[in-house]
C-alpha cells in the first residue's frame, strides 16, 4: 500500500517531466520557424516514449514509488490493492495538476512561436490529442484497447523471471512500451491514454494567452479521460482472470 504526501510530490512533478518533454516534442516538430518541424510520427513516439522514462525516474526520485504519471495506471493499481480509492483521487488531481503546469512551460519555452503559427488546430494538437477520423465509438475504442494494452504489458514486465530486471532498468522498458504503442496503435486518436497527459494539457490550452488559439475541443475531450480507464479496467479484468499475482 502506498502511503505519505511524498507519493503525490513524486508524481506531481514527475507529470509535470512527462508533459515538458512529451508536449516539448509536439512544439518542436509543429511551431512555425522551430528548428525541428517536419520531424515525423517516428519523432513523436520517440518522444513521448522517453518523456515516460524521465517522468519515472523524476517520480520516483521525488517520492513516489510507483511512478504512474497515469490515472488510468493509478485506477489499475487502485482495484490491484495499492492504493486506496481516496489516494486514487488524490494521485489523480495532482497529475492532472502536474500536466497543466508541465504545458505552460512549454508555453513558455517556445513562446515567441505561437503568434507565428497559423493553425489553431496545430496549436492544440501540441496540447492535447485528437482523432484522425472524429467517430466517438471508434476514437474511444482505440484508446481502450491502447490503454488495456499499456497497462496489461506494464503487469507483465513487472512479474515473472523476466520481471527480475536489474534495478532502475525499468523505466526504460516501459518508456520503450509507449514507443511500441505509439508506432503501432497511435494513429486514429493520438494515444492519449492517460487522462493526465490530455487534460491537464488541455486545460492548460484554454486558460494560457496563446495568439490565435481557437477552441480547445471540449466535445472530444471526454474520450481521451474516459477511454483509458476503462482500458485500465479491462486490463485488470484480463489480468485477474489470467491468474495474475498482484
Known amino acids: 500500500m502506498v502511503t ?5 510530490f513524486g508524481e506531481f512533478f514527475g507529470t509535470l517531466v512527462l508533459v515538458v518533454f512529451g508536449c516539448g516534442v509536439c512544439a ?14 517516428i519523432c513523436i513516439a520517440f518522444g513521448w516514449g522517453l518523456a515516460v522514462t524521465l517522468g519515472v525516474f523524476t517520480a520516483t526520485t521525488l517520492g ?5 504519471l497515469n490515472p488510468a495506471v493509478t485506477l489499475a493499481k487502485t482495484l ?19 500536466g497543466i503546469v508541465g504545458a505552460a512551460i512549454v508555453w513558455l519555452a517556445y513562446l515567441p512561436h505561437w503568434s507565428e503559427t497559423p ?7 501540441i496540447f492535447s490529442t485528437a482523432p484522425a477520423i472524429r467517430n466517438a465509438a471508434a476514437n474511444f475504442l482505440t484508446e481502450t484497447i491502447a490503454t488495456f494494452f499499456l497497462m496489461f504489458v506494464i503487469w507483465m514486465i513487472f512479474s515473472g523471471p523476466v520481471g527480475a530486471m ?27 491514454m492517460n487522462p493526465a497527459r490530455d ?15 481557437g477552441g480547445s ?30
Open 166 to 192: 536489474v534495478p532502475g532498468y525499468g523505466p526504460y522498458i516501459v518508456g520503450m512500451l509507449i514507443v511500441a504503442l505509439g508506432l503501432s496503435l497511435g494513429g486514429p486518436t493520438g494515444y492519449a
Open 80 to 98: 490491484a490493492g495499492v492504493y486506496t480509492f481516496g489516494q486514487f483521487i488524490m494521485t489523480s488531481l495532482v497529475q492532472i495538476l502536474g
Open 119 to 125: 493553425d489553431p488546430a496545430a496549436k492544440l494538437g
Open 28 to 41: 518542436n516538430l509543429t511551431l512555425t520557424k522551430s528548428k525541428g518541424v517536419g520531424g515525423g510520427w
Open 217 to 246: 475541443d471540449w466535445g472530444y475531450a471526454w474520450i481521451p479521460v474516459f477511454a483509458p480507464l476503462c482500458g485500465a479496467l479491462l486490463a485488470y479484468l484480463v489480468a485477474s482472470a489470467c491468474g495474475f499475482p498482484f
Open 64 to 68: 513516489a514509488p510507483q511512478g504512474d
Open 4 to 8: 505519505g504526501s511524498e507519493n503525490l
Open 199 to 213: 487534460l491537464g494539457p488541455r486545460i492548460a490550452h484554454a486558460i494560457l494567452p496563446i495568439p490565435g488559439k
